[in-house]
């Protein structure tokens, strides 16, 4: 893979990452597939379909205090025309 193919994965999912800190629906839906499936700790044991279940979050608003969402230790694997990024995700936010 390529320096600058591996720079611009790295950079959508931060920009897919920094639409969720900021509930940026539009930038967020436009980053996804519509078909997408998901693990999530919400729906525990269940796997949720499609867009509709991260949209109720979305429209919860954004948080009152900044939020920094990090990448630790990305990896990419690529498989043909798709790619698997694995990495910690460190959040930093402050509480009242």
Request: a negative charge; glycine letters at 4%.
């Amino acid at each position: 893979m390529s320096d600058a193919t591996h720079k611009e994965l790295l950079a959508l999912n931060q920009k897919l990452l920094d639409s969720i800190a900021a509930s940026d629906w539009n930038t967020y839906k436009s980053l996804c597939d519509t078909n997408l499936s998901a693990m999530e700790p919400e729906a525990p044991a269940q796997i949720v379909f499609g867009l509709e279940f991260h949209k109720y979050y979305f429209d919860l608003g954004a948080p009152k205090n900044r939020v920094l969402t990090t990448m630790c230790q990305p990896v990419i694997h690529l498989n043909g025309n798709m790619a698997v990024i694995a990495y910690i995700r460190l959040v930093q936010k402050l509480n009242a």
